[in-house]
């Protein structure tokens, strides 16, 4: 099985820097996805990691741990529109799923 | 190109009804899923179509949810009966390879059992 775990609610200030934990333990793993979701309306897909190391992507970059277990997304320059929920999700080997974790939910202020 | 819908974006029934929810893909996106979100909880995976026909659908709850894909088209899942705990949002995403990050979702149906 799959356990996901990450924060579930963090805020934040305009402008600033913000980074989404994800801590996993799989039975193996195929790859781990960021997805976005904004308040009613359809998660969308952010980055993906399979190799260790960084990946950057615009004011978003995600880092990658196996050995760890361990994922963060981080959000540079953050804006208004940041707010929204982020969902770590992890693909076990022989899969093609994404199992989703319980998503964070990010409250950008003034 | 048009994205994923999904119809009604709200249901609301009573307890022992039945509800049928539907989901069109993209055009062309032989690869059809349903994910469930109870309140509070995590995405949770139900089932998995390849065209039409049934992939992988252990993620389904009960005997009492019910889809089909007919023609490799749209998409539907039905509750029947419905129960309390069936409240939550049904997602529907959709792709034209395997890989996760392809999915495409929609909006989803807010299903309220009362």
């Known amino acids: 099985g799959q356990n996901i775990d990450q924060p579930t609610e963090m805020t934040a200030t305009e402008g600033a820097i913000v980074q989404i934990n994800c801590t996993y333990q799989?039975?193996?793993?195929?790859?781990l996805f960021w997805y976005q979701q904004h308040a009613g309306e359809a998660p969308t897909f952010l980055s993906y990691?399979?190799?260790?190391g960084l990946e950057e992507k615009g004011r978003f970059s995600s880092f990658l741990s196996r050995s760890k277990g361990y994922s963060y997304l981080l959000l540079k320059e953050l804006q208004m529109k940041d707010s929204a929920s982020y969902l770590c999700?992890?693909?076990?080997?022989?899969?093609?799923?994404?199992?989703f974790g319980r998503g964070t939910s990010l409250i950008v202020h003034p | 190109e048009a994205g994923v819908t999904q119809f009604p974006s709200h249901s609301v029934i009573e307890k022992g009804q039945t509800v049928t929810l539907r989901c069109d893909p993209i055009?062309?996106?032989?690869?059809l899923y349903w994910y469930r979100r109870v309140m509070g909880k995590e995405i949770k995976f139900l089932l998995h179509?390849?065209?039409?026909?049934?992939?992988?659908e252990s993620g389904m709850p009960n005997n009492r949810f019910l889809a089909e894909r007919t023609g490799g088209t749209y998409s539907t899942l039905k509750v029947q009966p419905a129960e309390l705990e069936d409240s939550g949002v049904y997602f529907c995403?959709?792709?034209?390879?395997?890989?996760?990050?392809?999915?495409?979702f929609g909006n989803g149906t807010r299903l309220t059992v009362t």
């Open positions: 995403a959709s792709s034209q390879d395997l890989w996760g990050g392809s999915l495409h």
């Open positions: 799989t039975s193996g793993f195929n790859g």
């Open positions: 990691n399979v190799l260790d």
């Open positions: 999700a992890v693909v076990a080997p022989g899969s093609y799923i994404p199992t």
């Open positions: 055009s062309g996106h032989d690869n």
């Open positions: 179509f390849v065209k039409e026909s049934k992939q992988d």
